[in-house]
């Protein structure tokens, strides 16, 4: 069982950055494919950007390309979400995933989920 916990969620002025953390617990992190999701009010949970196990293939959501960066640190069992250029249409609830692999994650297809962590972005 894995446990995830992320941190790094806050209220931020439109064109700042965050940098969102998700530490894991519980498993062999490095044995993991890991990603982010989102949830705005009233809408679906949506993919946002996921990373293989070894770190060396990254997948981004169309919407986030050019702003958001996922990259880990398997020794610290730890996957950051640096987020750039933040827009109000970025406000959501941000979730870790953990999934065996990349397909299965962004297809929403088992894995372990964090508790979220709010963003949110002010105009």
């Known amino acids: 069982q894995v446990q995830l916990v992320e941190s790094g969620g806050g209220l931020v002025q439109a064109g700042g950055s965050l940098r969102l953390s998700c530490a894991a617990s519980g498993g062999t992190f490095s044995s993991y494919a890991m990603g982010w999701f989102r949830q705005a009010p009233g809408k679906e949970r949506e993919f946002v950007a996921a990373?293989?196990?070894?770190?060396?293939?990254?997948y981004y959501a169309d919407s986030v390309k050019g702003r958001f960066t996922i990259s880990r640190d398997n020794a610290k069992n730890t996957v950051y979400l640096q987020i750039d250029s933040l827009k109000p249409g970025d406000t959501a609830v941000y979730f870790c995933?953990?999934?065996?692999?990349?397909?299965?994650?962004?297809?929403?297809?088992?894995?372990?989920w964090g508790q979220g962590t709010q963003v949110t972005v002010s105009s």
């Open positions: 990373i293989s196990s070894s770190g060396g293939t990254t």
């Open positions: 995933k953990a999934a065996a692999s990349t397909s299965l994650l962004r297809a929403g297809i088992s894995g372990y």
